[in-house]
């Protein structure tokens, strides 16, 4: 158990809204990540933290921004949730340089 | 990008077979990992592999880095109902940081 928790775990939210999630860890690592999961696309990164305020994007950062004013909390906000962005994501802290990265339990997004 | 081909897609085989499956990339990797995810949770780290010609156990499993830095292989021998799930081969070329997931191969395993 690498300590990370997904909240909210479940969401439906309609077109046009904005959506925050939240990934929260309890061990001060410095690499935090931010993944979604789709069917016949596997994991695509979306943005990642290599410390406080420091965050880059990914492969599929479009329509997604984050935050961490903390260690411990690594935010994403879909500005204005579209049908596309309806996936599961997935939070990530990562060891030895980010190279082993331990997931948290996922939040589905359903956008109607 | 970098892009992982992981193969095969899916297997469905019969308690007691051994299983393989492999990861390769066009160009080289210098970390490469193997995930396991069951359905409804996010994935968890099987084994990390930092070494070219590197080979790894994890109890019945085991995987290694291939000599050219370009492929990686799993194996699960004698395998059990629990074993079901997707494998993720996952590695990291010259990016800091980053990792590059391949697509997944579904194993399915008939008691």
């Known amino acids: 158990d690498a300590g990370i928790t997904q909240s909210p775990r479940h969401k439906v939210t309609e077109t046009g809204t904005p959506v925050t999630l939240r990934c929260h860890q309890t061990e001060n690592h410095r690499y935090m990540y931010w993944y979604r999961q789709d069917p016949g696309h596997g994991l695509r990164l979306i943005h990642y933290s290599y410390g406080v305020k420091d965050t880059d994007k990914g492969e599929v950062s479009d329509g997604y921004s984050v935050s961490r004013s903390k260690t411990e909390d690594f935010l994403l906000t879909l500005e204005s949730a579209t049908s596309s962005q309806t996936s599961v994501y997935f939070c990530?802290?990562?060891?030895?340089?980010?190279?082993?990265?331990?997931f948290g339990p996922g939040t589905r997004l359903t956008v109607t | 990008g970098q892009q992982l081909n992981q193969s095969p897609q899916s297997m469905f085989i019969q308690e007691g077979e051994d299983v393989s499956m492999n990861c390769t990339s066009s160009?080289?990797?210098?970390?490469w990992l193997w995930y396991k995810q069951d359905p409804g949770e996010g994935p968890v780290l099987l084994i990390a592999?930092?070494?070219?010609?590197e080979l790894t156990s994890n109890g019945r499993l085991t995987a290694q880095f291939g000599i050219t830095r370009k492929d990686s292989f799993l194996n699960i021998s004698a395998s059990i109902p629990s074993d079901v799930g997707i494998y993720f081969c996952?590695?990291?070329?010259?990016?800091?940081?980053?990792?590059?997931f391949g697509k997944g191969t579904l194993l399915t395993v008939n008691p």
């Open positions: 160009s080289i990797f210098n970390t």
């Open positions: 592999l930092y070494k070219a010609g």
């Open positions: 990530a802290i990562g060891l030895a340089g980010g190279d082993e990265q331990y």
């Open positions: 996952a590695g990291r070329g010259g990016s800091n940081y980053k990792l590059t």
